[in-house]
């Protein structure tokens, strides 16, 4: 291990607030309690910094499962269908990708599709299979890397982008075509307010705390 | 003012992939203890990685907006459009609130972040002391808002797979939602791949 000699600071040892490093600043600065309102700043660059508060683990589970079954139900069902001159259209989620696929844009649909398709199932994915065995007190296999992969996919996460986007098509289309939504398009509205709540609960401090605890 | 305690002066290391703060480690090539992510005390090489891929979206940045992003055939026409004149479609259509918002994530918001992305590179390279929370708040500011960008690329992709009646209208997309597309990416990345602390390691004197 080439990490011998060093040590985490702040751990459950200590009496005296961990110390943390500002990531935007690298300012060094104790760890207060959360502020009553608002969130805690960094006191030389006003970075916002992780709250110290605590989200439940059984809260991240619900909204992780609840994700997934709005994912499956988005890409099942067709988002929109457009009815013009007798003609009748349906897309799917992953028929965005495809379609820009067919007209021969091979690195725009791979984009589409690991932005709306791939980025959120495996952040699903991957927070599901760390959380669950930590629910239980365990750690899953290859858990470290594990969510490194999170960490990397997550900022590629763009559901909240592409409800606009699809509103944005939506007005355009409706001047000379009939569109009906379809189910996919509410449960990739639901979706995404789910995996906002997800990201804001499971932040990496929040994650790592919950790792350290079922050490003990 | 004596000069701040940083992680730095401390010989503290933050760990970028858990989060946590490493303390006793000086060898480059050494890992977290916690969660064995290599450590670094800066993002490696950030300034050449950001320099060279805010210089590519500028570049692309042209490409971008003068070719374009989809061709929309019917019967009586065939009409290029351009990402402004997507903006300008929807416009005379009476949506001006949908107009603004695509105006603002696709033409305002990517130059925003490039200019933006160019100020804070110029002032990390020369090693600025000045304004140094307004850049802080202006690196914060292009991360937020950086991914909006995309909606375009979303609205494009499903108008094109949409409309494909067979000899009554067809959208194809042009290469000009490549170009903007990776203006998207490049910029995302750059700012990914900038450390903000590049900002803060400078003398203390304001």
Request: net charge positive; glycine share 6%.
């Given at each position: 291990m080439p990490g011998f000699a060093s040590k985490i600071t702040g751990s459950m040892k200590s009496t005296a607030p961990p110390l943390i490093l500002c990531p935007a600043c690298d300012l060094a600065q104790r760890r207060a309690a959360a502020p009553a309102r608002g969130r805690a700043q960094c006191a030389r660059c006003r970075a916002p910094l992780q709250r110290a508060d605590d989200a439940a683990i059984d809260t991240a589970i619900a909204l992780a499962v609840c994700a997934l079954v709005l994912l499956v139900f988005s890409n099942?069902?067709?988002?929109?269908?457009?009815?013009?001159?007798?003609?009748?259209?349906?897309?799917?989620?992953v028929g965005a990708a495809l379609g820009l696929y067919a007209q021969g844009y091979d690195s725009l649909a791979a984009l589409v599709f690991l932005t709306t398709v791939i980025a959120p199932l495996v952040q699903i994915l991957t927070l599901l299979y760390v959380l669950l065995p930590l629910w239980r007190d365990?750690?899953?296999?290859?858990?470290?890397?594990?969510?490194?992969?999170?960490?990397?996919?997550?900022?590629?996460?763009?559901?909240?982008?592409?409800?606009?986007?699809?509103?944005?098509?939506?007005?355009?289309?409706?001047?000379?075509?009939?569109?009906?939504?379809g189910i996919a398009l509410w449960s990739c509205g639901l979706l995404m307010l789910c995996l906002s709540a997800l990201t804001s609960i499971t932040s990496t401090e929040q994650l790592w705390r919950w790792v350290e605890r079922s050490a003990e | 003012m004596s000069a701040p305690a940083t992680g730095r002066s401390l010989g503290l290391l933050l760990c970028l992939d858990c989060r946590a703060t490493v303390r006793g480690v000086t060898a480059a090539r050494s890992r977290c203890p916690r969660c064995q992510a290599h450590l670094h005390e800066r993002k490696p090489h950030s300034l050449v990685l950001t320099t060279v891929l805010v210089v590519s979206a500028a570049v692309l940045y042209v490409p971008a907006n003068v070719l374009p992003v989809m061709n929309t055939r019917t019967f009586f026409e065939d009409e290029q459009d351009t990402i402004m004149s997507g903006v300008l479609v929807l416009l005379h259509s009476g949506s001006w609130?949908?107009?603004?918002?695509?105006?603002?994530?696709s033409i305002v918001v990517p130059l925003l972040k490039i200019l933006a992305l160019g100020v804070l590179l110029v002032s990390a390279w020369r090693r600025s002391a000045r304004h140094?929370?307004?850049?802080?708040?202006?690196?914060?500011?292009?991360?937020?808002?950086?991914?909006?960008?995309?909606?375009?690329?979303?609205?494009?992709?499903?108008?094109?797979?949409?409309?494909?009646?067979?000899s009554f209208?067809?959208?194809?997309?042009?290469?000009?939602?490549?170009?903007?597309?990776?203006?998207?990416?490049?910029?995302?990345l750059a700012a990914r791949t900038f450390d903000e602390r590049l900002l803060?390691?400078?003398?203390?004197?304001d």
């Open positions: 099942v069902y067709p988002l929109v269908a457009m009815h013009v001159n007798g003609h009748s259209r349906e897309t799917t989620l365990r750690r899953a296999f290859g858990q470290n890397a594990v969510l490194r992969v999170l960490r990397h996919v997550r900022p590629w996460s763009f559901m909240e982008v592409f409800m606009l986007g699809a509103l944005v098509a939506l007005v355009r289309l409706a001047k000379f075509a009939e569109i009906s939504p | 609130p949908i107009a603004m918002l695509v105006f603002i994530a140094r929370l307004q850049r802080g708040a202006l690196f914060r500011m292009v991360e937020f808002i950086g991914r909006w960008s995309m909606l375009d690329i979303y609205a494009i992709s499903l108008l094109a797979t949409l409309v494909q009646v067979q209208a067809s959208v194809i997309v042009g290469w000009g939602a490549w170009a903007f597309a990776a203006v998207v990416v490049l910029t995302l803060w390691d400078t003398p203390p004197h």
